[in-house]
């Protein structure tokens, strides 16, 4: 399955800033996913977008799916050090058995107090 | 249930060394799955299960790894003579059998917290 392209790699903000990650896809998704992994820790599972224009919010978070369901975003507003880590996304690789998730290679958000 | 557990957090091998390493799901999952991540990038897939059966694995695997699952429910994965360039972060996930429908939620990974691995 065809990775999907997370841009930008690194984001350095001062805490307070907001912050905005993409995924990008040169097909059209089922679905995606957000993780986040902490410095040192495993990836945890923050949303999942099915819907074309999908808008969901958990609480300074908010995620979008495309209309074309080919990009998505995770947006952080006022930002703060507990939000330190790569956040990855990850789509459904429907190619083989329907199963296995593609992550991208994640942007890692680094907050400066 | 404390989630999905692995064995083990850390190890050392020499080049050319046998490694196994253990996966316990959480219970209700019936799938799982192996990742591979190297630092600065994200997990890469590597096989997963449904039950006891192997149902994918990426070509990145090579013939030195093996995957069991024997009674659907633990898994083991080994690395046979292994190389240098195998040292990384491997991480098992389960997930409940995805539902039909689009909106079911399906095939949200919950992670171990990995098995680091240096190859000398």
């Known amino acids: 399955g065809q990775q999907v392209m997370q841009i930008p790699q690194y984001q350095h903000v001062q805490e307070g800033e907001d912050f905005t990650t993409y995924c990008n896809s040169s097909t059209t998704l089922s679905n995606i996913q957000w993780y986040k992994q902490r410095p040192g820790g495993h990836p945890v599972f923050l949303i999942q977008?099915?819907?074309?224009?999908e808008v969901k919010k958990q609480k300074r978070l908010t995620f979008q799916f495309g209309e074309a369901k080919k990009n998505s975003s995770l947006h952080i507003t006022a930002t703060q050090t507990t939000d330190v880590g790569t956040y990855f996304c990850a789509r459904t690789d429907y190619g083989g058995s329907q199963g296995n998730l593609i992550f991208g290679k994640g942007t890692k958000l680094s907050v400066k107090p | 249930d404390t989630g999905v557990s692995q064995d083990p957090r850390h190890k050392i091998t020499k080049r050319g060394q046998n490694v196994t390493f253990r996966c316990d799901p959480i219970?209700?999952?019936?799938?799982l799955y192996w990742y591979r991540q190297t630092l600065g990038q994200g997990p890469e897939f590597l096989t997963y299960f449904q039950n006891e059966a192997q149902l994918e694995k990426s070509r990145l695997l090579s013939d030195r790894f093996s995957a069991e699952r024997p009674k659907g429910s633990f898994s083991t994965l080994e690395i046979q003579r292994t190389e240098q360039g195998d040292s990384a972060m491997y991480l098992c996930?389960?997930?409940?059998?995805?539902?039909?429908?689009?909106?079911?939620?399906?095939?949200?990974?919950?992670f171990g917290a990995g098995s680091r691995l240096t190859v000398l």
């Open positions: 996930a389960s997930s409940a059998r995805p539902g039909w429908g689009s909106d079911s939620g399906a095939n949200v990974l919950t």
């Open positions: 977008l099915v819907k074309s224009g």
């Open positions: 219970s209700e999952h019936n799938r």
